[in-house]
């Protein structure tokens, strides 16, 4: 075999298991992140958010929630990113989407229960807050003397 011939076969093999995994890549519906685990995805978009890149967050938590769609926190946080960008309605659906994946999540009621009350809907702000508590959830004392005032309510 000649010197040309056995260069190209070398680097023949390593050019097609480059393009081969460019493939694998790019070809998964156009995310690069389809094939990580759904950790990776969730903690990626937590990075995001507490960077304040919310799109990427967004993004990154779709991935998580398209990998596993039972990942009750990655649609806890997606719902964070949401409301946190004065997107209620959803955020409410995640929020309750986590709810009836783990109805146990304490910190999801008490989400839940802020849109709500930024929503005006005091009613179903204080069930949610009632049942935060319930699960050991410490709800912050001046979250409660707002939703006292603004729904005329004791609890």
């Known amino acids: 075999m000649s010197k040309k011939n056995s260069f190209w076969s070398y680097y023949g093999k390593i050019l097609i298991v480059g393009v081969s995994i ?4 790019f070809s998964t519906s156009g995310n690069i992140y389809a094939q ?12 995001y958010f507490e960077k304040q890149k919310y799109e990427e ?13 039972k990942y009750a926190d990655a649609y806890f946080y997606r719902g964070v990113v949401y409301a946190d960008r004065y997107k209620f309605d959803e955020a409410l659906l995640d929020y309750t989407k986590a709810i009836e994946i783990d109805p146990n999540l304490s910190y999801v009621y008490a989400n839940r229960a802020m849109v709500y009350f930024l929503m005006k809907k005091y009613d179903k702000s204080w069930e949610d807050t009632h049942k935060a508590v319930s699960l050991g959830y410490k709800v912050d004392e001046k979250f409660l003397v707002s939703l006292k005032k603004a729904s005329n309510r004791e609890n």
């Open 36 to 47: 990580e685990p759904e950790e990776e995805s969730f903690h990626r978009g937590k990075n």
């Open 57 to 69: 967050a967004l993004i990154a938590f779709d991935a998580a929630i398209r990998i596993n769609s």
């Open 22 to 25: 460019w493939m694998m890549l």
